[in-house]
């Protein structure tokens, strides 16, 4: 089979760079797809991309598809001509399927009986006459999340093409698109190397690039750290690069060289959050930090200009950063002219959600619910003062003008003003991380305080879009309810005497003194079942196995100290003894099968047979040792005390026939199983696991 | 130190309208009624639409009353200059001729750094969005670039490209200058320089006070309430300009209103949709009268 190297190269107007992103991973699915769909054979697909390019490289693509030969078998002879011989619906439909006329039918033996069949013959399609096709499928095909028109053509892409170089092996395919027609021609870097460059083959196509200053994107990103380190070395700084900026820089040019430029030392003044957030998000640019962890006056910045003007370059940027800063430092320090109290009137003006009243509210309710997290924690007055201090100032600074400007330090500003205006040191921390955790593996709060105020404003605002009928659906979550309750969950597992349904009932108390009407027992249930789910999912994605998850999920435990621990103790105990707990689960299950509940627990102790009063004897152990394990929340020890139960169980069934036609003696037997199964109850579903061994 | 070559502000809009006519634009004034952008000029808005091509160039001053600093800050201006280029269809070559036009005002693309950066844009008062960037050059953004997809709710075919210069900071960048009221505005034969704070500092001082401190709430919003009626009126006589006219002069009073901080975030929402809805009106009434008229000369 004779092959050649494909490229398709679809270049643009500069891409954003989350789609481009989305798009690179996208791009040799699509064509991969594609060329399996047509039959042609082929080699790897490599995807390269720059802001104004995204093409894809496939080796050793077929030159032709193989020749094939297929016969397809279709309803008997006797069911596909009437009496007269004429075809029936069933054989026309057949023909339509497969495109044939009736008189293409030939007759095959299956199995004994004859059949219908027509045979398709496909013959060997040229790739030069494929790909064409393919690839206009492909461009059309890419899924931006928006795209657009240009122009006077309909077309849609992620931003205007301007050129498609298309090659098999060293001839050029025909590729339309939006009026452009293909050719061998790629744009080089806008400075360095402007206008076309031929592509001779798909072979040539990187170091065509390379010599128009263009790399692709894990060169770039290579190159980029590697000159990041270099300047690291020699300026003895540690340059922090966030995964999303660096994404982004990576994305935004196609020469990189790194550059190191400076601000003001009077800038070091003001919190380094909004220093950092202003270049990063606002410049793109990195801070570098000194050995010793203190913010230094350099920053670093990936200029995709020609080096000769990295003087001119480097003074701009500087001059930006400057003006960034000066308004950085202007808000706070306008901010620190106000007093939290006075933000605090303001949030009466701000709507939290339109039913659920204001942030002035939404505080109020806060006040009250993190103090009695303090409490039910067992923390002593001060603490509960601090936590309730902390969440009435916690939204505060959402109306201050640093806030404003640089959203995503809400909370860590709240700190720095609460400190500023003299507060305790704890309560101002917990304002500063009061939001944590943001997302899966952040830090929580260092301090009871933080957690108490990080608990009372996620569960404030799940209690309140579930009691207006908003729980979080699979497509609109605008509240993060979601992210939300795994917070609450990290949280309280760090203070197992809180119990989340206490908390619930609280929360949903305070909604109902401020006038909210709903079915406060309804909405309790429906919380608490909103983060079974979430603790069900949590602990699956530790790795627990899904049926004793819903072990222990049926008892109704929504703890999350006490689930996940009840999890990973169930768990360990089926790691050891895998057998005897895989044995205990389908006695349980058989015993429940039989029991007959209307018949109690009630056993009459005299009449028992020797393997009865075993069993009976051993389950009033297990009683009293389940009960003292829970009461001390020693779970193991509980799944211990139902082990026992195993040998009695065993021989109970092995011994003893329950359905006995004497109905005392059968009732006394089944009412000896339901109390067998009566300490199982708060320990774990037994059944739920029986069902998957 | 301003650098000696440098293009004064008033050479910088010379240069550019010089520049855009050469590539076919039509040089417009700017709309005699405050707006808040270029793209609020009839020139950009309602001929963004239809299928007739179009190519406009002209300078905007812009109103932006909560942007206002009493002229205390370098960097924000409640009153500043747009310089607007809208052609349609979008030309293939739209992002080279405007970084040849960089070069006719001081600034030589290949001597910095330029980017296109996503930015997409969205008009809530004119129900319009489109997608492109903001251009930076060595950091600094001076510039928007937007294909337009959507103008006053309606699709727009073909598709125009929006380019709008803010001309302060180009000047305050050319003229490597830190404050923008030390730009120099024009110089003359002698050498004597005209600053952009000789002519507009007061300016800012007393719009300020006026945008924040002064103007009449409850005259603001029956002016409001005027002009949102005398747009119906318009309308009912099929006089779509000067409607558009009106949904303007609604857009600045909801704006002032905004800068008094005399809006709660649900009225405010509700002054939006209340300009939306007289400007895609107006739009609408005007794309109607176009297509008749296109009918007429049929």
Known sequence: ?693 | MVKAQAPTFQEMIFALQRYWAAQGCAVMQPVDTEVGAGTFHTATTLRSLGPKPWAACYAQPCRRPTDGRYGENPNRLQHYYQFQVLMKPSPVNAQELYLGSLAEIGLDATAHDVRFVEDDWESPTLGAWGLGWEVWIDGMEVTQFTYFQQVGGIECAPVPVEITYGLERLAMYAQDVDSCFDVVWCRDPEGHELTYGDVFHENEREFSTYNFEVADVAALRRHFDDYELQCQACLDRELPLVAYDCALKCSHAFNLLDARGALSQTERMNYILRVRSVAKAACVAWMAASDTKAEVAK
């Open chain 1, 1 to 693: 089979m004779t092959t050649k190297d494909f490229l398709l190269e679809i270049g643009s107007e500069e891409l954003p760079s989350a789609p481009l992103d989305a798009a690179r991973a996208e791009l040799p699915k699509l064509l991969g797809a594609a060329l399996d769909e047509a039959g042609l054979a082929h080699g790897e697909i490599r995807v390269i991309s720059s802001p104004r390019r995204l093409a894809a490289l496939v080796s050793g693509v077929a030159c032709a598809t193989e020749a094939s030969t297929q016969v397809f078998r279709g309803p008997k002879v006797a069911q596909a001509f009437d009496a007269d011989g004429n075809p029936t619906k069933a054989a026309l439909g057949f023909c339509r399927g497969k495109g044939v006329d009736v008189g293409a039918l030939e007759v095959v033996e299956f199995k004994g009986e004859k059949h219908v069949a027509v045979t398709v013959s496909e013959p060997a399609k040229r790739a030069t006459e494929l790909l064409g096709p393919i690839s206009e499928g492909v461009i059309a095909g890419l899924s931006w999340p928006r795209s657009m028109r240009w122009g006077s053509t309909s077309e849609r892409y992620c931003r205007p093409v301007r050129w498609i170089v298309c090659l098999f092996g060293e001839d050029v395919v025909d590729v339309r698109f939006a009026n452009i027609a293909s050719g061998r021609a790629t744009w080089g870097h806008r400075v360095l190397a402007p206008g076309e460059h031929e592509v001779p083959s798909p072979s040539s196509y990187l170091d065509v690039l390379e010599g128009a200053y263009v790399l692709d994107h894990d060169a770039r990103a290579e190159r980029i750290r590697e000159q990041i380190a270099t300047l690291e070395g020699e300026l003895g700084l540690v340059v922090d690069t966030p995964a999303s900026t660096f994404a982004e820089v990576v994305n935004l040019c196609e020469w990189p060289t790194v550059l190191a430029g400076h601000f003001d030392e009077r800038f070091l003044e003001v919190p380094q959050e909004i220093i950092c957030e202003a270049m990063l998000k606002h410049q793109r640019c990195f801070p570098a930090f000194a050995a010793d962890g203190s913010l230094s006056r350099t920053f670093i910045l990936v200029s995709n200009g020609d080096s000769a003007h990295n003087a001119a370059i480097v003074q701009g940027n500087e001059r930006v950063v400057r003006a960034r800063l000066d308004d950085a430092a202007f808000f706070f320090e306008e901010d620190l002219k106000v007093s939290m109290e006075d933000w605090l009137e303001s949030l009466a003006e701000v709507t939290f959600q339109e039913r659920l009243g204001t942030l002035r509210q939404k505080v109020a309710r806060m006040e009250k619910l993190a103090g009695e997290v303090a409490r039910l924690a067992g923390e002593d007055d001060a603490t509960i003062a601090h936590a309730e201090r902390a969440a009435h100032l916690a939204k505060a600074d959402l109306v201050s003008q640093a806030v404003v400007e640089f959203t995503s330090q809400q909370g860590v500003m709240g700190g720095h003003y609460a400190h500023a205006a003299g507060e305790d040191d704890v309560v101002a921390a917990a304002i500063a991380e009061h939001y944590r955790p943001r997302y899966a593996g952040d830090e929580l709060p260092g301090s009871v305080v933080g957690s108490a105020v990080a608990v009372s404003d996620k569960l404030d605002t799940i209690c309140g879009m579930f009691a207006i009928g908003e729980p979080p659906t699979g497509s609109k979550d605008p509240f993060a309810q979601r992210r939300g309750a795994i917070g609450v969950i990290r949280l309280l597992e760090r203070m197992p005497n809180v119990r989340l349904r206490e908390l619930i009932d609280v929360s949903l108390g305070l909604y109902e003194a401020q006038g909210l009407t709903f079915d406060r027992d309804e909405v309790a249930k429906a919380v608490s079942g909103f983060f079974s789910g979430r603790l069900q999912t949590m602990a699956r994605e530790e790795g627990a196995q899904p049926d004793a998850v819903a072990a222990i999920a049926h008892t109704g435990v929504v703890d999350p100290a006490e689930f996940l621990s009840r999890v990973r103790a169930l768990e360990a105990a089926r790691g050891e003894t895998r057998e005897l707990m895989d044995d205990l689960a389908q006695a349980f299950l058989r015993a429940t099968h039989l029991a007959d509940p209307s018949l109690g627990t009630d056993v009459d102790r005299a009449a028992l047979g020797e393997a009865e009063l075993a069993l009976y004897e051993a389950t009033e152990a297990a009683e009293a040792d389940v009960a003292a394990a829970l009461a001390s929340d020693r779970f193991s020890d509980a799944l211990a005390a139902l082990a026992a139960l195993r040998g009695p169980i065993d021989r109970f069934f092995e011994d003893v026939l329950v359905m006995d036609e004497d109905l005392a003696v059968r009732n006394r037997r089944l009412a000896l199983l339901n109390r067998f199964a009566h300490p199982f109850a708060g320990v774990a579903d037994f059944a739920a696991l029986a069902k998957v061994s």
